[in-house]
């Protein structure tokens, strides 16, 4: 039998799902690469209709990150090991119209491309477009980034390419600064090892948003093979390699993150251990730590770059097991705090010793508090911030984030802005801020210093002073329109040197956030559904949650629901909030929660909240304890109830 006979027959007997088929059909009518069809046989011979339908149920759309799926399949085809031995990195990524794979790279880039020339074109620009290509350490992506970067040439743009690994954020940064069109970085941030992803940030030097998402997306989608006709060499575009020039020019940018360097005086004692998790965060971030005068240590093993992680069972600094070999050392030399960053060095996770002496990690929430706490109260204290113009003073955060923050901001007198998940939602902020800038401010403003920027924002328009979301992203300049890793480790390690200057520890320091300001918990979540079969699940969870809306949860009737799926949701500046699958559910006894699909993994994400503020003035040791246990305790009792709920809207 054939083997279009055999996928039809496995179709009709429903093994195989008709959009399988129709996607493997695609894959053939648009390649010749002969890894293709024997990696297809080899899996239709021996029955591997599950493997099948999970590569080519669908195919790859962008969400909220771009780009991402597997590139080393669950089951490896002999045709993808190639020549690598059993133990290495196949030779080919794996097939699939769902998966990260020369043939996806491909039509992304050359849709990027398309979308680039016509929107030129249409804005009346002159010149070809600028793209910069960017990698980390995972599976595949030098190879990715050199493919892209030929593809963009040979279609007519010249390009800029890194020389080895580097952080999203110098991305982001890289693009603002050479006025680029588009930037693209090649990872799957966090993710497990055998993914990879195509971010692709504007001109702008953020993440994608409408216009431009949908634009892209129907350009991709227009192109059906991975082959292309370069244009005639006179029309090409040219190639530039980036490295320490570039390097250089941002260092500047993130050094200047440190708002008291003087502090370092009083914390000499401060011994910081950082790990890059075998990431891009080992280009910069002991470079940067050290010239700064931080007492920096980093975990040897982890320095090298490795796409296998192979000294962690995931590469998300937010996970305890993840920071076990950095903590081993902190615990070792005597180190007060340990930071670790994922492989594209955009997040940041911590460890931070408590009174009794052991590490403590905290939670993405507590950390960007103590950040938007210090670099408030500091800008205040310098007089940079004052009773004039702290109405033009924001912190941004998304929805999702603690509302810590909000309390601190708000005690402050600085406005709070909320925007959807993504941190595309929160540079979208920093562009309309920028532009509400005088022109000829405006025609210089790359170029300006950080000082510059923000005495012309408070000023003339909004000053951004921090931003984050729970999920372990942080960003303090709009100079990089992405979440920084690099810059994190900075203004945490600030935060940190403050804390020790003040003679305190940051679990104590933290404390004292809370007694002012009320002590906010926060629980999260998830349920992982993989394949076409989870998809499915997802979004009937999705539909269930929209079409029928708890009353109930935990003895506690719910009096609201928003649900932001049905659009006409405004913000805090009176910006229409774009339509998302994310439900909010409160509780008559004060606590919350949201759900919501992953953008970027087959996941369905809940986050619960709880909290307890002081009925006058600050509470007590005592007070803060108890509230502590309290809230804790009714996040475990919602968490119970949501799950019940998730198995009775299943089935």
Same mark, same amino acid.
Request: net charge negative; charged share 25%; hydrophobic share 40%.
């Given at each position: 039998?054939?083997?279009e006979s ?11 799902l008709?959009?399988s ?20 046989? $080899? ?14 149920y669908a ?7 771009g780009?991402r ?16 031995a ?7 990524a ?16 050359q ?6 020339i ?56 890289s ?9 693209v970085?090649?990872?799957?941030? +966090? ?36 082959a ?15 490295g ?20 370092? $005086? ?11 998790l ?5 280009? @910069? ?18 320095d ?13 600094p $937010?996970?305890?097991?993840?920071? &076990?070999?950095?903590?081993?050392l ?11 960053t ?7 996770g ?14 993405g929430?507590q ?5 938007g ?8 204290d ?8 702290k ?27 909320n ?6 939602y929160?540079s ?33 328009s909004?000053?951004f ?13 709009d100079?990089?329109r ?10 945490? &390690? ?10 305190k ?39 269930s949650?929209a ?14 629901t ?6 006409? +949701?405004?913000?805090? $500046? ?19 929660f949201?759900?919501r ?10 986050? @619960? ?23 804790s305790?009714?996040l475990?009792?919602l968490?119970s109830?949501i ?9």
């Amino acid at each position: 039998m054939s083997l279009e006979s055999l996928l039809q027959q496995a179709a009709d007997d429903g093994k195989l799902l008709e959009s399988s088929l129709k996607n493997i059909q695609s894959l053939f009518a648009g390649s010749v690469n002969p890894v293709y069809r024997a990696s297809v046989e $080899e899996l239709a011979n021996v029955g591997q209709w599950t493997e099948l339908n999970d590569r080519f149920y669908a195919a790859l759309k962008f969400g909220t990150g771009g780009l991402r799926g597997r590139t080393i399949g669950k089951i490896v085809t002999a045709a993808e090991r190639g020549n690598a031995a059993a133990d290495a990195r196949p030779e080919y990524a794996c097939v699939g119209t769902n998966s990260m794979n020369e043939y996806n790279v491909s039509r992304a880039t050359q849709g990027l491309v398309a979308y680039a020339i016509k929107y030129r074109a249409n804005a009346g620009l002159a010149g070809k477009p600028k793209i910069v290509f960017s990698h980390d350490t995972r599976h595949f992506s030098p190879e990715f980034a050199k493919d892209c970067a030929k593809i963009a040439t040979d279609l007519g743009c010249d390009v800029y390419l890194f020389d080895g690994p580097r952080a999203t954020p110098e991305m982001s940064f890289s693009v603002r600064q050479l006025r680029a069109d588009a930037g693209v970085m090649l990872t799957a941030s +966090h993710n497990p090892a055998h993914d990879n992803g195509y971010k692709v940030n504007y001109a702008d030097g953020a993440g994608i948003v409408e216009p431009h998402a949908t634009g892209i997306i129907t350009e991709v989608n227009a192109i059906k093979s991975e082959a292309y006709t370069p244009l005639p060499e006179d029309q090409r575009g040219t190639l530039t390699i980036l490295g320490e020039e570039m390097d250089q020019i941002y260092l500047k940018r993130v050094e200047a993150l440190m708002l008291q360097p003087e502090l370092l $005086e009083k914390a000499r004692n401060l011994k910081i251990v950082y790990t890059a998790l075998h990431g891009a965060g080992g280009v @910069l971030v002991p470079r940067i730590l050290r010239k700064l005068g931080f007492n920096t240590l980093t975990v040897p093993e982890q320095d090298i770059f490795d796409g296998r992680f192979p000294t962690v069972a995931s590469p998300n600094p $937010e996970n305890a097991p993840t920071l &076990a070999m950095a903590v081993a050392l902190a615990d070792k030399e005597g180190a007060d705090i340990v930071i670790g960053t994922d492989p594209d060095c955009d997040r940041m996770g911590v460890g931070v010793r408590g009174l009794d002496g052991k590490m403590q990690l905290l939670t993405g929430n507590q950390i960007g508090s103590l950040i938007g706490w210090y670099r408030i109260k500091t800008f205040f204290d310098l007089g940079i911030i004052n009773d004039a113009n702290k109405k033009n003073a924001v912190l941004i955060k998304t929805f999702v984030t603690t509302d810590l923050q909000s309390a601190v901001a708000e005690g402050f007198g600085i406005g709070v802005v909320n925007t959807l998940t993504g941190f595309k939602y929160i540079s979208a902020k920093l562009e309309k801020y920028e532009q509400a800038l005088p022109a000829d401010i405006r025609a210089k403003y790359r170029d300006m210093t950080d000082a510059e920027t923000r005495t012309a924002r408070l000023e003339h328009s909004k000053f951004f002073v921090f931003g984050g979301e729970e999920s372990y992203g942080y960003l303090g300049t709009d100079s990089t329109r992405d979440k920084d890793g690099n810059g994190a480790v900075v203004m945490f &390690a600030e935060v940190a040197a403050y804390a020790a200057s003040q003679g305190k520890t940051l679990i104590e320091l933290l404390d004292d956030i809370y007694a002012e300001f009320g002590y906010f918990l926060e629980s999260n979540h998830s349920k992982t559904f993989e394949g076409a079969e989870g998809a499915a699940k997802i979004q009937k969870l999705a539909d269930s949650y929209a079409n029928q809306p708890p009353t109930e949860f935990d003895g506690s009737p719910v009096i609201r629901t928003v649900d932001y799926s049905k659009g006409g +949701h405004l913000d805090e $500046e009176g910006d229409t909030i774009p339509k998302e699958k994310m439900l909010w559910v409160f509780t008559a006894d004060g606590r919350a929660f949201a759900v919501r699909p992953s953008g970027t993994e087959p996941k369905i994400k809940y986050y @619960l909240y709880g909290r307890q503020q002081p009925s006058g003035g600050k509470f007590t040791a005592e007070e803060l304890s108890a509230a502590k246990e309290k809230v804790s305790s009714s996040l475990k009792t919602l968490w119970s109830a949501i799950e019940k709920d998730i198995d009775a809207r299943l089935a």
